[in-house]
């Protein structure tokens, strides 16, 4: 069953902007909290933002000032607008939801506190 579809993401060069769009599925009861994450191979997976029902939008210090995390509660849609897009944001992203929660942490979003994952949806940055 797919519970979370990521899209939006392709190749830009340095300097670029996307916007990655995340659909959570309506199997997914509270999606009160979701966040979007970013892994390459090797690499522990990495939390970028989250954003949750109260408005708070915690960012990973590497993003702040360059993305920006938004999320339409009524489309069960959230998005990640990413500007000044450098090689090193190349990775796989993937949207989460946090479900056994109603709120956001305050910190820089932590895998183990998200329960679904999406499939993923590719950022390249090149110099």
């Known amino acids: 069953q797919v519970r979370l579809v990521e899209s939006g993401g392709g190749a830009v060069q340095t300097g670029g902007s996307l916007r990655l769009s995340c659909t959570a599925s309506?199997?997914?009861?509270?999606?009160?909290?979701m966040g979007w994450f970013r892994q390459t191979p090797g690499m522990e997976r990495e939390g970028v933002a989250a954003?949750?029902?109260?408005?708070?939008?915690p960012y990973a210090d590497s993003v702040k000032g360059r993305f920006t995390i938004s999320k339409d509660h009524a489309k069960r849609i959230l998005y990640l607008q990413m500007d000044n897009l450098q090689p090193e944001d190349t990775a796989m992203y993937y949207c989460?939801?946090?479900?056994?929660?109603?709120?956001?942490?305050?910190?820089?979003?932590?895998?183990?506190?998200?329960?679904?994952w999406g499939q993923g949806t590719q950022v390249t940055v090149s110099s």
């Open positions: 989460a939801v946090r479900e056994l929660g109603f709120s956001c942490p305050l910190i820089v979003p932590r895998a183990m506190d998200f329960d679904y």
């Open positions: 309506t199997s997914i009861i509270n999606i009160d909290c």
């Open positions: 954003a949750d029902s109260n408005g708070i939008t």
